[in-house]
């Protein structure tokens, strides 16, 4: 089941997101949405961190296994994408995406509306190969939705890295609309093809579990600076399918210290005897207890450690990703009684970055004990959620 936003005359109803096993077919485009003008290049709200932020990319080759998706090729390529604290402020931003990518993503998306290099003039706030700066600094790992490059978290991966953690976004080949390689050539959605095929949900979530492993045992040889990394203190989040994957990849390696699900559907089986490592679900109503998605009932018996499950009202499967600030350049309507871009930033900003302290910092979180008059859109499940 996709989950969708809504968009102008002439567009496909949604940024597709895998939520689900299956993907059902897009829905058709609305002939009842008001067209909206794109208001030109989106701007990235600023990290709210102490610390200026640099980035770099790094292509790695996994020559042990076979590409998933691609029978053609013995090797698995990926592209990892480094955030971290830097030396400076001042240089040049690094781009959102290059030119095709954000045409391959519009076009997969069926966006019609905005120019098809909209997604390239996004401002970013990242300094690109700035030297970094810290030491002991923990490791955050991201895994972005299907179909979706993990350039559509970088407000959170810019925000971490201001405030001190090295985060590493893995661009999980032929699952993204568009990966550029070390060589430049741009791997397509292999795996868009098989997206409804029994078990595909599993199959990914294993594959992205490797490549994460895969990414921790090369990222000490591959980055210059990997030093300032303190290897004992490393978390996990994803959102959709990368969240799911923040489960197994927990179950497979236990290097992944804690993890955090941002709205994805788990497929990953825990251990009946439990598993005590700290987690955090965070997601949209549809993930009250006993809701349309009971995999997160079915885990959080199974979860015996430290753990939360949190639920925000007014947002959407994509509202913890960039999406929502993109809309505006990409003429997509918000969605009915959504909460805003930056209120969604906002909030997925300070409750991923407050368990990442309390748990690879130990820095208790008061937020995280129940309901803050703060941010009243936040409901601390299961005990005071439900389906209503």
């Not at 999980?172 to 568009?178: I, K, R």
């Not at 492993?213 to 030093?227: K, Q, Y």
Request: proline letters at 9%.
């Amino acid at each position: 089941m996709r989950q969708l936003l809504a968009l102008p005359t002439g567009l496909a109803t949604g940024l597709v997101v895998l939520a689900a096993s299956a993907c059902s077919a897009p829905t058709p485009p609305r002939s009842d949405v008001p067209q909206v003008t794109p208001t030109g290049p989106a701007t990235l709200p600023a990290p709210t961190g102490p610390h200026p932020v640099g980035t770099t990319a790094l292509h790695l080759t996994d020559t042990s296994r076979p590409d998933p998706w691609d029978p053609d090729l013995d090797a698995r390529r990926l592209k990892v994408t480094l955030w971290y604290p830097a030396k400076q402020r001042d240089g040049q931003r690094a781009p959102y995406m290059t030119s095709k990518e954000s045409e391959l993503l519009l076009k997969g998306s069926r966006i019609t509306g905005a120019p098809y290099d909209t997604l390239s003039n996004t401002r970013t706030n990242a300094v690109e190969d700035v030297g970094p700066t810290g030491r002991g600094l923990p490791l955050v790992v991201l895994s972005p939705g299907f179909t979706k490059p993990v350039s559509t978290l970088t407000s959170l991966a810019e925000d971490l890295a201001s405030r001190g953690y090295v985060v590493a976004g893995i661009d999980h080949t032929h699952e993204s609309y568009a990966t550029t390689l070390s060589d430049g050539r741009v791997a397509e959605c292999l795996a868009c093809d098989g997206d409804t095929d029994p078990g595909f949900g599993p199959r990914v979530v294993q594959g992205r579990a490797a490549d994460v492993s895969f990414v921790l045992d090369r990222l000490p040889s591959e980055w210059e600076n990997s030093g300032l990394i303190d290897r004992s203190r490393i978390a996990m989040v994803g959102q959709s399918i990368g969240g799911a994957a923040a489960v197994a990849a927990m179950v497979k390696d236990s290097r992944v210290r804690a993890g955090i699900d941002m709205d994805g559907t788990t497929y990953a089986r825990i251990p009946k005897s439990g598993f005590a490592r700290p987690f955090m679900f965070i997601g949209a109503p549809q993930h009250v207890t006993g809701g349309r998605d009971t995999s997160w009932d079915r885990d959080w018996k199974l979860l015996t450690g430290w753990k939360r499950w949190l639920v925000l009202s007014g947002t959407e499967h994509h509202s913890f990703t960039d999406l929502p600030l993109l809309a505006g350049a990409l003429g997509i309507r918000p969605a009915p009684r959504a909460l805003s871009a930056a209120r969604s930033a906002e909030l997925t900003r300070t409750y991923v970055a407050a368990f990442l302290d309390q748990h690879l910092k130990s820095r208790r979180q008061p937020l995280l004990e129940g309901p803050s008059s703060r941010y009243p859109e936040v409901t601390f499940c299961p005990a005071t959620c439900g389906t209503p």
